[in-house]
């Protein structure tokens, strides 16, 4: 059983390459059904969105990340689907990784399967400071996971419908990636990674300063932590 699929993409004043991620995910893979979860963009990003034949969940107020990517797992779960594959709306993530994601979904007992830019090599498009901080929370992350994650960081995810009634209900608000990890070790939950490519944005830049990576990095271990106390607070009950 294939079951129903949905992409789902956040985007937030992704005008100028959104509307060229949705026609190429869906000129390679025409089984999908396509969501942008709309963080309250002040452009033309909902109206592109549909110009290229996606829906489009539009929040009230701008969420962050976290919370938007919420809003779009909360409402694939009411509308029944088996499974959701995530990219970006900047055109970073190749749609011709979405069947291997989506294969390895069908095929094996993981309720999350990561898109990997680092089990075949290194990715040259992320800065020094962030490689650093994935190195950091790659060593964090092994004891707790009980195996190691190559790209902890990585928003090319797909989950199955266990893993998008939690996220449905309960997931992390900002810089989610790593903390959604945890939440599904707490669930005894399991993910496997496949390798897929990155490329250079369609448009833009990353809002990602060196001032911000490192309150990103202190703001994801507290979150760990937190995480890791509920997991154990659970366990001893």
Known sequence: MIGRTLLLIPAYNEETSIGAVIGEARAINPELDVLVANDCSGDATAANAR????????????????????????????????????????????????????????????????????????????????????????????????????????????????????FATSFPLEYPEIEALVVLRRKAFHFVEVPCRIRPRHAGRSTITPLKSVYYIVHVLLGVVVNILKFERHRWR
């Open 51 to 166: 110009r290229a034949g996606a829906s489009v969940l539009t929040v009230p107020h701008h969420l962050g990340l976290g919370g938007v990517l919420q809003a779009g797992y909360k409402l694939a779960f009411e509308l029944g689907y088996d499974y959701v594959v995530r990219i970006d709306g900047d055109g970073q993530m190749d749609p011709h990784d979405i069947p291997a994601i989506l294969h390895a979904l069908r095929t094996s007992s993981a309720q999350m399967v990561i898109g990997s830019r680092y089990l075949e090599k290194d990715d040259g498009h992320t800065s020094v400071i962030r490689s650093l901080g994935i190195r950091f929370f790659r060593a964090v992350l092994r004891p707790i996971l009980g195996k190691p994650v190559a790209d902890p960081t990585s928003g090319f995810v797909g989950v199955n419908r266990e893993a998008l009634a939690v």
